[in-house]
Nanobody, 125 residues
Framework: QVQLVESGGGSVQAGASLRLSCAASVRTFNNLCMAWFRQAPGKEREFVAHIIWGPGRIYYADSVKGRFTISRDNAKGTVYLQMNSLKPEDTAVYYC??????????????????WGQGTQVTVSS
């Protein structure tokens, strides 16, 4: 069983930065593919970023490319999402997700077995 706990959300003004963290309570964190999704009110959950267990293979949604950076610290069992140049349209609940396996379907929320409780990010104009 994998438990994920997000932190780092908050309310900021447009142009500001936030860093989200997701701590995984699992011994085999190195084998996990990790991702961030977000869900705005009245909208479907959407893919934000994905990172596999090793070097390379990082993917971003077009809407965040160049502004957000996903990274992971395997020693700490934690994945991060550095969010810069935030926009009001980034307002959403951000969820950390995890799965074992390949990168196939990395942008599909149904591909992930484990989810955190979510952390709210609010960006005002």
């Amino acid at each position: 069983q994998v438990q994920l706990v997000e932190s780092g959300g908050g309310s900021v003004q447009a142009g500001a930065s936030l860093r989200l963290s997701c701590a995984a309570s699992v011994r085999t964190f190195n084998n996990l593919c990790m991702a961030w999704f977000r869900q705005a009110p009245g909208k479907e959950r959407e893919f934000v970023a994905h990172i596999i267990w090793g070097p390379g293979r990082i993917y971003y949604a077009d809407s965040v490319k160049g502004r957000f950076t996903i990274s992971r610290d395997n020693a700490k069992g934690t994945v991060y999402l550095q969010m810069n140049s935030l926009k009001p349209e980034d307002t959403a609940v951000y969820y950390c997700a995890a799965r074992y396996g390949s990168v196939t379907g990395y942008a599909n929320s149904a591909s992930y077995n484990y989810w955190g409780q979510g952390t709210q990010v609010t960006v005002s104009s």
